[in-house]
Nanobody
Framework: QVQLVESGGGSVQAGGSLRLSCAPS?????????????MAWSRQAVGKEREGVAA????????NYADSVKGRFTISQDNAKNTVSLQMNSLKPEDTAIYYC???????????????????WGQGTQVTVSS
């Protein structure tokens, strides 16, 4: 059962931009409140382990980023729409992957890059960057 829904993936040339969005759906949408949760984006390229990309603590807006995306990607929240977005600029071919959003309720983003931290995941959206 899908609990988080991602949108905004696609194909783009190197140097281009994409914006991904993630919103709760189904049962967790009824208990989701835009505070005190950690929401994150991870990605998995073919033949590689899933890696954390960015995370946002909805309680205070603090953010975390992987070194590989710092300065290029920005994670943000839209409380009115109950969404968390990932703005990706200056995309590189090595950013090609399936991108997943995830959430853990009632938690800060300590240990944000650990896959095991998040009980709820989206189904993923493909991002392809061509050279």
């Amino acid at each position: 059962q899908v609990q988080l829904v991602e949108s905004g993936g696609g194909s783009v040339q190197a140097g281009g931009s994409l914006r991904l969005s993630c919103a709760p759906s189904g049962p967790i949408a009824n208990i989701y409140r835009p505070d005190s949760h950690c929401m994150a984006w991870s990605r998995q390229a073919v033949g590689k382990e899933r890696e954390g990309v960015a995370a946002l603590y909805t309680g205070g807006g603090s953010t975390n980023y992987a070194d590989s995306v710092k300065g290029r990607f920005t994670i943000s929240q839209d409380n009115a729409k109950n969404t968390v977005s990932l703005q990706m600029n200056s995309l590189k071919p090595e950013d090609t992957a399936i991108y997943y959003c995830a959430i853990v309720f009632g938690s800060t983003c300590d240990g944000w890059a650990r896959r095991s931290k998040y009980p709820y995941w989206g189904q993923g959206t493909q991002v392809t960057v061509s050279s």
